[in-house]
């Protein structure tokens, strides 16, 4: 049973969504996503001003003036969105955790999305996948994946993304939009990433908190793993421990950006102090100006 709180959120986040969909956002996404491709609506006669490429010669020649072909864009296509669920992303310094961050981004997809008649779903995962929601449209379909998206309690606390990439590539047999929002501290997720990128067009959401990108000098601290809750005391003031943090830290970072050039697939990245909507209408104005890739 939902409690009113959280069903408070879950429609103040449908509405803030909405509102940007139906705006700037939801224009710049139907220009930056493609259809799935063409198919043929009709033969009509020739009028003055038509592409004269696209003249059916085979009806030309039996009616005697010229008939043209004319194709539409099969708009339609699906969004999946890959949340990741573990205790790592409830981390947040600035009042909004990435948890929070990710569901609002994850949000904004799926609303643009489905003011422009796509399908959407969402698959949330630990270190096995926990809910699948298929894709789908509607108004009640929406409201359960935000629902989930925002606070669905996982079972498990740990990270592993091959689980959510690998479910993509069993379910998802057509080309798909993945969005796949993670802090990505993980390891041993490129196959998977990369096979995932080559069959669909695979978007990454990184987010970011300020104090994981380096170790603030406040002196001793118990610094806890959330997912593992082993525990240690550090002196943050130490010089060695703040270049061996952001060490680790850059490892991962590194990671994930030299697959996405690999793979050719975008990054978008995320602070939990804000600046969701920026980052999300900056991607699609470069995605509108640079077309689709393949």
């Given amino acids: 049973m939902l409690s009113a709180q959280l069903l ?15 705006g700037r956002l939801g224009g710049a996404y139907h220009s930056a996503f493609k259809g799935a491709g063409l198919t043929f609506e009709e033969v009509r006669e020739y009028q ?15 009616m005697g003036r010229p008939f043209i072909k004319r194709f539409v864009e099969e708009r339609e296509t699906t969004v999946l969105v ?8 409830g981390f947040g310094s600035s009042g909004q955790s990435k948890r929070r961050a990710g569901a609002e981004i994850g949000a904004l997809f799926a609303l643009c999305a489905a003011v422009n008649h796509d399908r959407v779903g969402a698959v949330l995962g630990t270190t096995d996948v926990e809910r699948y929601i ?41 080309r798909a939009i993945v969005v796949l929002i993670s802090d990505f501290l993980t390891d041993n997720y490129a196959p998977a990433f990369l096979r995932v990128a080559y069959r ?34 550090v002196d943050c003031n130490d010089r060695r421990v703040r270049f061996e ?8 970072v590194d990671r994930l950006y030299r697959l996405a ?12 102090t804000g600046g969701h909507i920026q980052a999300v209408a900056q991607f699609l104005r470069q995605r509108e100006q640079q077309g689709r890739r393949r």
């Fill in 261 to 272: 050039a690999q793979a050719e697939a975008d990054v978008i990245t995320v602070q939990t």
């Fill in 8 to 22: 408070r959120q879950v429609r103040r986040l449908h509405l803030y969504a909405r509102r940007l969909a139906l």
């Fill in 134 to 174: 298929p894709p789908a449209k509607g108004n009640r379909h929406l409201q359960r994946l935000l629902r989930d998206l925002l606070a669905y309690e996982p079972v498990q606390r740990g990270t592993d993304l091959n689980p959510l990439l690998q479910w993509v590539l069993r379910t998802q047999r057509r």
């Fill in 82 to 89: 890959l949340m990741d669920v573990s205790a790592s992303l």
């Fill in 200 to 233: 669909h067009d695979l978007i990454a959401v990184h987010l970011i908190d300020p104090w994981e990108q380096s170790c603030p000098p406040v002196g001793l601290a118990w610094l806890e793993d959330a997912e593992t809750g082993q525990q240690k005391l």
């Fill in 48 to 62: 003055p001003g038509d592409d004269v490429r696209s003249i059916d010669w085979n009806v030309t020649a039996r």
């Fill in 245 to 252: 943090f952001e060490q680790q830290r850059n490892r991962f």
